[in-house]
């Protein structure tokens, strides 16, 4: 049955998106198959669509009615400011528009969802939070490792690399503490001060990772490593953002379940 007919069969009443709304929504962590129904029919329904660098583009043949805004890095430029993003959203509503903010994987992870909402908030504009498949999510089942398993884990810790400025970092050593595996989303740049945190925290040196780039696009890279080895590995196989750092045992378990996995360890 193809995709037009199993949706008609499933007869889905789709909130309507009404003009001078904002709805803040997660694309998934970068394959279209990854879109949630809801955020399909969003973008069906736009009059504005404000999108970032990690949305497939290719998103917005769905919605060929709407004004599409791009507010992601350019080439060697800075990505639009989160002041330039609220005002525009704000402005859009304000002309009575249908706004689909759409963002990379969950809007409300590490995705500055709420500010959004705050900014909304002040200035009188009604919106929704639309979910998506986090990137973690989508690189975990990409790379065949279970987020939690019983008898391995009992909790996951997903955490940023990335402060509000340099010295604006999470406590490592305390997160190693717990014995739970983390999933570290924009730690690339500051991997060295991560492992060194982890390790004084009592994570041994042989403690697994995986870095996973791109996932679930054609940019898709894993690399499995250690502790130790971890930024000397990345440097060597060129590994680039956006990618996640998964730290723990269950990197390990790609290996005990992964032999009917699909293969996506690229040269
Ligand atoms: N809201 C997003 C996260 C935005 S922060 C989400 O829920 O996934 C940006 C970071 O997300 C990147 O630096 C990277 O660590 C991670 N990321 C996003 N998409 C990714 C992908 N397809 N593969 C690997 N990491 C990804």
Do not use: C
């Amino acid at each position: 049955m193809s995709l037009p007919e199993t949706l008609a069969r499933l007869d889905i009443q789709m909130p309507p998106f009404e003009p001078g709304h904002v709805w803040l929504a997660g694309a998934g962590p970068g394959h279209l198959a990854g879109l949630t129904l809801e955020v399909v029919s969003a973008l069906g329904q736009a009059d504005a669509i404000v999108y970032d660098a990690l949305v497939d583009a290719a998103v917005l043949k769905a919605g060929p009615q709407a004004q599409a805004h791009y507010v992601g890095k350019r080439a060697g430029q800075p990505s639009a400011s989160q002041t330039f993003i609220n005002e525009l959203i704000v402005k859009l509503a304000g002309e009575n528009k249908r706004v689909l903010r759409l963002k990379g994987g969950d809007p409300n992870v590490f995705g500055r969802g709420g500010e959004e909402a705050a900014a909304l908030t002040a200035a009188g504009i009604p919106f929704r939070f639309l979910p998506g498949v986090t990137s973690a999510f989508g690189a975990l089942a990409a790379a065949g490792m279970p987020a939690t398993l019983r008898g391995v884990n009992k909790a996951i810790i997903l955490a940023t690399g990335h402060g509000i400025d340099d010295q604006d970092h999470l406590d490592w050593a305390s997160l190693a503490r717990t014995g739970q595996p983390l999933v570290v989303y924009m730690g690339m740049s500051n991997l060295p001060i991560i492992a060194a945190g982890l390790r004084d925290g009592g994570l041994a040196a042989t403690t697994p990772v995986a870095v996973i780039q791109g996932a679930t696009t054609v940019k898709e890279r894993l690399l499995i490593s250690d502790l130790a080895r971890v930024e000397a590995d990345v440097r060597a196989a060129g590994i680039v953002p956006p990618a996640l750092i998964v730290v723990g045992e269950i990197v390990l378990q790609r290996y005990a379940l992964g032999s009917l996995m699909r293969e996506v360890i690229l040269p």
